[in-house]
C-alpha cells in the first residue's frame, strides 16, 4: 500500500490566491482527516468526513476555507482567498484497522507558504 | 473536551539510555492511545497504538504502557540511539474511534 497520498509537497504562493491541496487515503479507509501543524498551535484537526461525508468542521478556521471528499479516493482543501497566517503544514490523514483497532495513518503533509 | 498533555517539552539524553516519555489525558473514557514520531520536516509515523482494553504494546526497543483509570501513557524507549532523535507524539482517540486529540510533543535528541 502506497499509504496516505498529499500533493503538492511544497506550496508558495502570493496572498489572495487560491491554494488547493489534495489527498488520497488508503483504499478502504473510512474516515479521512485533515489537520494543521504550526509551531505556536501544535496539530489542529480541521475537518473530517466519515464515507465521504462532512462530519464535523468546527476546526475550519474561516469561511475562506473549505474542504469536499466527492469519493472515496479523493479530497481536497481550498484556501481562497489565502493570507500570510495560513503559512503551515496541512496534514491529511486516513483511519483503519491497525491489527485490531482503528488507528490513523498520516501523509507526508503539504508545507504551505504564503507571502 | 479531552486535554492531552505531555511531558518533558524536550529530553536530551547520551547515546544508550533507557528513557521514559510521559504523556496524561483527562478524559478516561477513550477508545485508544497511538504513539507517533515526527521527524523535523516529516509527517507523522505511526510507532505504537493501544487500545483502551490493553495495558501495553510492544514493538522492538519500544514498549508503550496505557493506565486509563489514572489518565497516563508512557513511551519507553530502550538502549536509546541518534537515530531515535525525533519529536514524539501522544494522542487519544474518543470513544467512537473517530477523533484524535493530540499532546504538544517531548522533542528527543540522544547524542552519541
Known amino acids: 500500500d502506497a499509504g496516505v497520498i498529499q500533493s503538492p509537497r511544497h506550496e508558495v504562493t502570493e496572498m489572495g490566491q487560491e491554494v488547493t491541496l489534495r489527498c488520497k487515503p488508503i483504499?478502504?479507509?473510512?474516515?479521512l482527516f485533515w489537520y494543521r501543524q504550526t509551531m505556536m498551535r501544535g496539530l489542529e484537526l480541521l475537518i473530517y468526513?466519515?464515507?465521504?461525508?462532512?462530519?464535523?468542521d468546527s476546526g475550519m478556521p474561516e469561511d475562506r476555507f473549505s474542504a469536499k471528499m466527492p469519493n472515496a479516493s479523493f479530497s481536497t482543501l481550498k484556501i481562497q482567498p489565502s493570507e500570510p497566517r495560513d503559512s503551515a503544514v496541512y496534514f491529511c490523514?486516513?483511519?483503519?484497522?491497525?491489527?485490531?483497532?482503528?488507528?490513523?495513518?498520516f501523509g507526508s503533509g503539504t508545507r504551505l507558504t504564503v507571502v | 473536551k479531552q486535554e492531552v498533555t505531555q511531558i518533558p517539552a524536550a529530553l536530551s539524553v547520551p547515546e544508550g539510555e533507557n528513557l521514559v516519555l510521559n504523556c496524561s489525558f483527562t478524559?478516561?473514557?477513550?477508545?485508544?492511545l497511538q504513539w507517533f514520531r515526527q521527524d523535523p520536516g516529516k509527517g507523522l509515523t505511526s510507532l505504537l497504538l493501544?487500545?483502551?482494553?490493553?495495558r501495553e504494546q510492544t514493538s522492538g526497543r519500544l514498549n508503550a504502557s496505557l493506565d486509563k483509570s489514572s489518565g497516563r501513557s508512557t513511551l519507553y524507549i530502550a538502549a536509546s540511539q541518534p537515530g531515535d532523535s525525533a519529536t514524539y507524539l501522544c494522542?487519544?482517540?474518543?470513544?467512537?474511534?473517530?477523533?484524535?486529540?493530540f499532546g504538544e510533543g517531548t522533542q528527543l535528541t540522544v547524542n552519541p
Open positions: 490523514a486516513s483511519r483503519g484497522l491497525i491489527r485490531d483497532s482503528y488507528g490513523y495513518t
Open positions: 483504499s478502504g479507509h473510512d474516515y
Open positions: 468526513f466519515n464515507n465521504n461525508v462532512p462530519i464535523d
Open positions: 478524559d478516561s473514557a477513550i477508545y485508544n
Open positions: 493501544i487500545q483502551s482494553s490493553q
Open positions: 494522542a487519544v482517540g474518543e470513544t467512537s474511534g473517530s477523533r484524535l486529540t
